[in-house]
């Protein structure tokens, strides 16, 4: 890569994070200020980055354009994109589509809940492999060599007191997720937001995708977010049909936890 082109992405990238200063600019990028203005000016010329009023830099429509097309060509996003829809229409609650690559679980798209309460995620970001569903569940389709090394790799952020710790229980995690069918996230990224996933499958058999339904535990409790778990594996089964996979995914629905009311009645006829 050149070094014009490398120094005008990392300009790119700093602009996206929030970085908007000429100043500040060449200061984080140790290049001298008529270069960082020449490269600026080359991104603002073709769309990816703009300038307002008081000469602060933003990411440009060109960016969004892009990454919105190159979304639209990913044809697991296309053809799940009114299924998840229809299943977070359903079910009122945040529903996610995401894709792995190279070790990094990115959200490609989501749809919003109906609830005041939300969840801080968006499309194009990356999703926790440890302590989301979706990681999860992504991480189960890996075969064991490549699910070792990512896990060895894998930086396991303490988010709340449930949060996965190991690289042993990652892959122990992951390996349930395949078994089961699905996998979940209880209270493990965010104290107050249950999550279900489940996979996605091409029609070469492996794991293409993965959705999660999210609920706050205002909303719903823990065992009420398991019972989305069949709208859930409906969905996805109906995209894996969609992508052409033609076997059964698998799917172990879990246990009801019974209530008091519950064995009281069982006592009592």
């Known amino acids: 890569m050149s070094q014009s082109l490398s120094r005008a992405l990392d300009l790119l990238d ?24 020449r490269l600026l000016q080359t991104l603002e010329s073709h769309g990816f980055v703009s300038r307002d009023a008081a000469y602060r830099y933003h990411v440009g429509s060109a960016v969004f354009v892009l990454a ?55 499309i194009g970001l990356p999703a926790a492999l440890h302590a989301t569903a979706v990681g999860k569940v992504l991480l189960g389709g890996l075969d064991d060599d490549e699910l070792r090394r990512v896990a060895s790799g894998a ?11 190991t690289r042993d229980e990652l892959i122990a995690e992951a390996h349930r997720a395949a ?31 993965a959705v999660s339904v999210s609920v ?32 059964r995914a698998p799917f172990i629905q879990p ?3 019974k209530t008091p009311n519950d064995r009281r009645k069982e006592l009592h006829g």
């Open 14 to 37: 700093l602009v996206s994070r929030g970085v908007d200063s000429l100043d500040a600019l060449a200061t984080a990028t140790g290049v001298h200020k008529t270069t960082v203005m």
């Open 68 to 122: 919105q097309t190159a979304l639209d060509t990913r044809d697991v996003r296309r053809v799940a994109a009114p299924i998840i829809r229809a299943l977070g229409a359903s079910t009122g609650q945040t529903v996610h589509l995401a894709t792995y690559d190279d070790g990094v679980v990115t959200y490609i798209d989501k749809v919003e809940s109906r609830q005041p309460l939300r969840m801080y995620s968006r």
């Open 155 to 165: 930086v396991l952020e303490r988010f709340t007191s449930r949060t996965i710790g």
């Open 179 to 209: 078994e089961r069918g699905w996998a979940e996230d209880h209270e493990e990224h965010e104290t107050f937001m249950n999550c279900v996933g489940a996979p996605v499958f091409g029609a070469d058999g492996r794991v293409a995708a």
């Open 216 to 247: 706050p535990n205002v909303v719903l409790s823990h065992e009420g977010v398991l019972a989305l778990l069949p709208a859930l594996h409906e969905a996805t089964t109906k995209i894996s049909a969609e992508l052409g996979y033609t076997d």
């Open 255 to 257: 246990p009801v936890k």
